[in-house]
């Protein structure tokens, strides 16, 4: 039988517990999960590539079919090279919306064999970003709520001094 794998990926600066929560839901339906760090020409990261795939297989290590790799490139050459069909992507609010169906349509229209699959963020997590974890880091404030508990005096330590 023929491994159904997908690809989820995002910039993960730092993984948060929503992230997790996708992974973990992803990890159920799927029979393989690649985890990709990739640029956001957007955003400049705080955390390192290495460091972003370190922490993300910390917080992924219960999960025996997930895996975490990074790209730097283009998305769908990297889901092309994993021999991957599917792109999962949370959505967190109305207001994620606009910006994933751009991002959908496009990788469609370079990729048209590739499918994203949105999955609706569990609600106790629909506020939650890698800014705002970044920003209360910063401040000194508690993160247990929002990064996976191996992770909190990491990131606190990293971002307390930036
Ligand atoms: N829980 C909590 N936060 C979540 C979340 C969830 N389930 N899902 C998304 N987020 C947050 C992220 O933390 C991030 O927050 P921030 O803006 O505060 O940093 C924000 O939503 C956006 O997520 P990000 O990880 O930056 O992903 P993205 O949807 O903007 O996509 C890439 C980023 C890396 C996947 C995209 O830029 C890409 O594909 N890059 C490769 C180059 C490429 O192929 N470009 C063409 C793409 S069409």
Redesign the pocket.
């Known amino acids: 039988m023929v491994k159904k794998t997908a690809i989820y ?5 730092p993984v ?4 997790l ?2 992974i973990e839901r992803s990890a159920r339906i799927f029979d393989r999960v690649v985890v ?8 400049i990261p705080s955390f390192t590539f290495g460091e972003r795939v370190e922490m993300l297989k910390t917080a992924a290590r219960g999960f025996p079919n997930v895996e975490v790799k990074s ?1 730097d ?6 889901v092309r090279r994993e021999n991957a069909s599917v792109i999962v ?4 609010a109305v207001s ?1 919306f606009e ?2 169906f ?3 349509l ?2 469609r229209k ?1 990729a048209p064999e590739i499918e994203t699959m949105f ?1 609706t ?1 569990s609600d106790k ?2 506020f ?7 920003d209360i880091a910063r401040h000194g404030g508690n993160l247990d709520e929002f990064v996976p508990a191996e992770l909190v005096d990491y990131i606190r330590e990293k971002l307390s001094k930036s």
Request: proline share 2%; net charge negative; charged share 20%.
């Open positions: 990926p995002g910039s993960f600066d948060t517990k929503g992230h929560d996708i990709a760090v990739l640029e956001n020409g957007a955003k790209f490139g283009l998305l769908v050459d990297f992507k949370g959505l967190r994620d910006y994933e751009q991002m959908a496009l990788n370079i999955l963020t997590y629909c939650l970003s890698s800014s705002i974890v970044r």
